[in-house]
């Protein structure tokens, strides 16, 4: 069975200072990795994902995430947080041949002025 | 401008009362998925379905019902047998149910038991 683990319920950080948010997973076979961001009380917008190659993958609104299958990690980062980075975010995996995605219970990133 | 509708925004039952949210989508996407949304539970799969007249159970059916007679279209109905409806609801939608495509969300349903 395919997992994924947030560990933290909550992430603070400052405007302006780099964050990350967490994810790590465990699949059978070579994972297909997502995230997502929700903002309250609306659906869920696709960021990024890994399918295969360059472990290091850049998405939307400047975010990127580290695949290191090692660690079996997934880790969302940001070079320099905005407020407006302030939402829900999650993780999820699904693998070939496999058509649904798995989520993490989500990580609230808080960004302070 | 292409995506995928839900209605209604915000929705109460009564007891006892099945309900029918609606999912519409105009993305030609052929798999198509409903999820519920529970505070610190994450997203947990109710049904998905890949093709038209076609659908399977996810982690937690029991107590819902779909059907997929058209392939723009992915009503969830929420059952008297679903002891604990009141949650936010997600319909999704991707190209192919394979995996590796990311899936597009609607803006959600919030149920509420009254």
């Known amino acids: 069975a395919q997992s994924v683990a947030q560990p933290e319920d909550q992430v603070n950080v400052a405007e302006g200072n780099p964050l990350t948010v967490k994810c790590t997973y465990s699949?059978?076979?070579?994972?297909?990795l997502f995230w997502y961001v929700q903002y309250p009380n609306r659906g869920l917008q696709f960021l990024l994902k890994?399918?295969?190659?360059?472990?290091l993958v850049k998405g939307s609104y400047g975010f990127e995430a580290e695949f290191n299958k090692s660690q079996t990690s997934f880790h969302l980062k940001k070079p320099s947080a905005l407020v407006s980075d302030s939402a829900l975010y999650f993780c999820?995996?699904?693998?070939?041949?496999?058509?649904?995605?798995?989520f993490g219970k989500g990580t609230m990133l808080l960004v302070s002025p | 401008d292409g995506g995928i509708t839900q209605s209604p925004k915000y929705l109460f039952r009564k007891e006892g009362q099945n309900v029918t949210l609606s999912c519409e989508q105009n993305?030609?996407?052929?798999?198509m998925y409903w999820y519920r949304q529970d505070p610190g539970q994450g997203l947990r799969l109710i049904y998905y379905?890949?093709?038209?007249?076609?659908?399977q159970k996810g982690d937690i059916a029991e107590g819902y019902s779909v059907s997929r007679e058209k392939k723009e279209s992915f009503p969830l109905t929420v059952t008297s047998a679903q002891k604990n409806p009141t949650a936010f609801y997600l319909c999704?939608?991707?190209?192919?149910?394979?995996?590796?495509?990311?899936?597009?969300f609607g803006q959600g349903t919030r149920l509420t038991v009254v």
């Open positions: 999704a939608s991707s190209i192919q149910g394979q995996g590796s495509t990311e899936a597009f």
């Open positions: 699949v059978s076979g070579n994972p297909y």
């Open positions: 890994y399918i295969t190659g360059d472990n």
């Open positions: 999820a995996v699904s693998f070939q041949g496999y058509s649904t995605l798995t």
């Open positions: 993305l030609n996407h052929d798999a």
């Open positions: 379905s890949q093709i038209v007249n076609d659908f």
